[in-house]
């Protein structure tokens, strides 16, 4: 059965717990960094910040997200990577095999939550959090769950998770990941609007049928770009002949 | 024999022009080293060398499909530049190999895309697609140098070949950023069109550059056979591709302008970082002063004329390349901030050498091959004899 995370925002106090338990747990050293005017540190996901808690001072308070790869239903990543260095698990978690990747970006480029980084610095390959598919398979929750003090975050079959996520938004909650991109296995839920936390606007088909529907056009396009220079030529072959007459 | 009048006529200045496009190469070679060994993140992933190889990729498909005007299509009238034609897509083609090879995190693992091709990745298809574009050109264009001995129907074959692989390039081109859905810039049915607009646009132009400037350089003057062709058939073709191209900026960015996803990019490039860009060097220098050249009969007729409409078409493509790709990255997916980004030296370095590369192949096949109309090839199936640019 697929796994889910359960994501209440709600509840989330800052301390970074998950950020830390992160790094601890996949051995990624520390960023060096500064302090940039807010309580977000580093500014961004980084190839070795794969969970990223983001601050957002709003007229209705101030809000911590925790912000990692949201392992979607249909990934784009898995899609669009030329050499299958991505794939989805029937667990739920989108993993990657590092000695296939070519470091094209594409997977950067096309993932709507803007996730997959680039490690420059030490084995030049993509990096993003597994969902600790590896806890997982020892039946542990992963890292960033364990370590989260307010139960923010909840690890449970997805369709138990989809279901307390429906109930919640029922009770006025709003919730993120049930249809985005197609269906995350991250759900996430708040007490405002996703757009005033500053969450990616994603649209509600996966990646993949979006694929298709530009491959029908694809398609289209050769026959009538085909079609639209024999008739130019046809136009041209006739002024020739006007040409030669005259 | 030495008949040119022209600069290259002298050796001197053909070896000065050789000196120079190799210290060209070498600030290539400095640029990408600092790529290569590069350890810093970039803001964005796909960089100057992204649009850099669309463009150069736009250009050489867009020159062969002028080439398939006569390959394919057989009109006469555009025989004089179709052995010239074919060589000119073969080396534009270059350059867009280096920059996306140079860009990649792992060059030297790119093997990886042939031996575990996925279908559903643009990328995975493309490395495919230009294998088969690079090899139908260099069959049509042995084709078409050992024309005498070949039939009309394997130069026709060859041509159809090309076309195929042309627009398969090109719509797998505009398919590659189109489909992406996370870019709502680049997401679009229409990316396609729009690029095969763009690229016989440029391909037309480039044909232009290259056999005027060739025919300055070495004669000292453009035959009028030549300068017909470009008023009475070039011309009108860009003015009209021009006026596409316009049509279908303006379908993709004002409906943007309206849907709150695409409404921050299109105003970036519109009233945004990128709007100099886009009105001055796009639009009015890229559109509407070639438009107006091309058009009025007092200059279309004159060479330097055309070489300016070219050059500014050239400019006005390459930048809405730039502005298209970039611009559709510079906005940040959490809280939607704005992202600058500027080209690094490694970067700009490796333009430079790229683009020198392209222009060496380019003079490396008017020393050795039968690129003129009535040259013939002497020996190695398809090299001409005596390796000398002047005729």
Redesign the interface.
């Known amino acids: 059965m697929p796994k889910a995370v359960l994501v209440d925002l709600r509840r989330c106090t800052g301390c970074r717990g998950c950020q830390v338990a992160c790094h601890q747990w996949n051995e990624r050293p520390a960023e060096e960094t500064e302090f940039w005017g807010t309580y977000q540190n580093p500014p ?1 996901n ?2 070795n910040t794969w969970c990223l808690v ?1 601050f ?1 001072d709003t007229d209705k308070g101030f809000f911590f997200t925790t ?1 990692r790869c949201m392992h979607c239903l249909e990934p ?1 990543c898995v ?7 991505l794939h989805k698990t029937e667990e739920g978690p989108v993993l990657y095999d590092e ?8 997977c ?7 996730i997959p ?2 490690d ?2 030490e084995d ?3 990096r993003k959090c597994t969902f600790c598919a590896d806890r997982l398979a020892m039946g542990i929750e992963p890292a960033c769950v364990k370590a989260c003090p307010t139960d923010t975050l909840t690890l449970g079959e997805r369709d138990e998770v989809v279901a307390k996520a429906r109930a919640e938004a029922e009770k006025g909650a709003y919730v993120y990941g049930l249809e985005e991109a197609g269906g995350t296995s991250w759900i996430y839920l708040s007490s405002v609007p996703f757009d005033e936390l ?6 509600r ?1 996966a ?2 049928s ?2 298709l ?3 029908g ?3 289209g ?2 026959v ?3 079609a639209a ?2 008739l ?3 136009y ?2 006739r002024k ?1 002949r006007e040409g030669e007459r005259r | 024999m030495r008949t040119s009048k022209g600069l290259f006529g002298g050796e001197f200045y053909l070896l000065l022009w050789i000196v120079g496009l190799l210290g060209g190469i070498l600030l290539g070679v400095i640029g990408a080293f600092m790529l290569l060994t590069r350890e810093e993140t970039a803001p964005i992933p796909w960089g100057l060398l992204v649009p850099s190889y669309v463009f150069f990729a736009l250009a050489a498909t867009g020159s062969s499909l002028v080439n398939s005007i006569f390959s394919v299509f057989r009109i006469e009238s555009f025989r004089p530049i179709i052995k010239r034609g074919i060589w000119l897509s073969l080396v534009l083609i270059v350059p867009a190999w280096i920059f996306i090879i140079i860009d990649l995190g792992r060059p030297f693992s790119m093997y990886n895309l042939y031996l575990l091709f996925h279908p559903t990745s643009r990328l995975g298809w493309m490395g495919w697609l230009y294998m088969a574009f690079a090899l139908y050109l260099v069959m049509e264009l042995v084709v078409v140098i050992r024309e005498e001995r070949m039939t009309e129907r394997a130069g026709i074959v060859t041509g159809v070949l090309v076309l195929i692989a042309t627009l398969a390039v090109h719509t797998n081109l505009g398919a590659l950023f189109g489909a992406i859905n996370a870019k709502p810039l680049w997401s679009s049915h229409f990316l396609a069109s729009h690029f095969i607009v763009s690229a016989m646009m440029v391909g037309a132009v480039f044909h232009i550059l290259a056999m005027i400037v060739t025919n300055l350089l070495k004669r000292g003057s453009v035959p009028g056979e030549l300068t017909q062709l470009f008023s009475k058939y070039y011309a009108p073709m860009v003015i009209g591709l021009i006026i596409l191209n316009w049509i279908l900026v303006a379908g993709e960015y004002i409906p943007a302008l309206f849907n709150p996803e695409e409404a921050p990019y299109a105003k970036l490039l519109l009233a945004g970082p990128y709007s100099v860009s886009f009105w001055l060097i796009e639009i009015v220098a890229g559109g509407i002063i070639p438009l107006v050249i091309l058009f009025s009969r007092t200059t279309k007729n004159k060479v330097p004329w055309l070489l300016t409409a070219s050059i500014l078409v050239v400019l006005g493509v390459y930048f809405s390349k730039y502005d298209l790709l970039i611009g559709g990255q510079s906005i940040q997916s959490f809280a939607g901030g704005f992202i600058s980004y500027f080209p690094g030296g490694g970067e700009i370095l490796l333009l430079i050498g790229a683009t020198a590369v392209c222009l060496l192949l380019y003079t490396l096949g008017e020393l050795l091959l039968p690129l003129e109309p009535e040259e013939k090839p002497a020996w190695f199936v398809f090299v001409k004899r005596g390796a000398s640019i002047s005729n």
């Open positions: 961004d980084t190839a983001r957002r912000w784009a899609s669009v990577c030329p050499t299958q260095a000695t296939r990747c070519i470091g094209c970006q594409y950067h480029a096309a993932c709507p939550f803007d980084r680039f420059w610095e030049r390959v993509i500053g969450f990616p606007k994603v649209e088909v990646y993949p979006h694929s529907a530009v491959l056009s694809q398609l396009t050769i009538v770009g085909g220079l024999g130019y030529s046809l041209l072959r020739d």
